[in-house]
């Protein structure tokens, strides 16, 4: 079975650029959350989408917007590139969206896209 | 958003038990403890979770302090293949927004 894909899983942009990463969950997967991870820490949340509807953001500025398809695939875009955007961004996902008591909370993620602005 | 710290690094002799601690002062009554591993050049991998009961399954044994202000991860028979860095995390019941910290990075020896 697939397991979390995202593409590109490298790209290099210029300050001021756009981005738009994507994603495509676990087959049967309806939750997708988004991580950036900078090197030498920990992912810090940005976004969790369930049944294309927004369930989660973090303390991240307007230039990061996400949506997720009737597919339940995901991108993630980030505009006015800055060059403290460099880092991996992970996606995770889920068969649970509403994370209620009797669900593991599991996360699967993806290998991630390395984004390098310069 | 409740925190957790673990020590930035730890070693271990392969084939002999880890006990990873972790150190979560703050945790409420309904949050759950989550641990992840993240392999090199890879995204984190699911290892274990609990709430306040000692909790097994095939890759480890997570075990929980009465008062649940600390837990540790147990890797029964460490391997090379378990070099990673861990993280252990709080999830608040109802929310996928998992906070990490930089956790510890596990180095197994030979």
């Known amino acids: 079975d697939a397991g979390v894909t995202q593409s590109p899983t490298h790209l290099i942009k210029t300050r001021g650029q756009h981005v738009t990463l994507r994603c495509s969950p676990i087959?049967?997967?309806?939750?997708v959350s988004w991580y950036q991870q900078v090197l030498g820490q920990g992912p810090q949340f940005i976004f969790q989408?369930?049944?294309?509807?927004?369930?989660g953001r973090g303390n991240f500025p307007d230039r990061f917007s996400a949506r997720q398809f009737p597919n339940y695939s995901s991108e993630l875009n980030v505009n006015a590139l800055l060059l403290g955007d460099s880092a991996l961004y992970l996606c995770a996902s889920s068969p649970w969206g509403l994370a209620g008591l009797g669900d593991t909370g599991e996360l699967f993620f993806g290998e991630g896209s390395r984004l390098t602005v310069l | 958003d409740a925190k957790t710290t673990q020590p930035n690094s730890m070693e271990s002799n392969e084939e002999e038990p880890v006990h990873l601690p972790c150190n979560h002062s703050t945790i409420s009554g309904t949050d759950y403890i989550h641990w992840y591993r993240q392999l090199p050049s890879q995204g984190p991998e699911y290892v274990i979770h609990g709430l306040t009961s000692n909790v097994n399954n095939r890759m480890a044994s997570l075990a929980i302090a009465e008062d649940r202000k600390s837990s540790t991860l147990i890797l029964h028979r460490a391997t090379l293949r378990d070099a990673a860095v861990y993280y252990c995390?709080?999830?608040?019941?109802?929310?996928?927004?998992?906070?990490f910290g930089t956790g510890t990075r596990l180095k197994v020896l030979a």
């Open positions: 995390i709080l999830r608040h019941t109802g929310t996928y927004k998992y906070i």
């Open positions: 989408y369930y049944e294309k509807e927004e369930r």
């Open positions: 087959s049967g997967h309806k939750s």
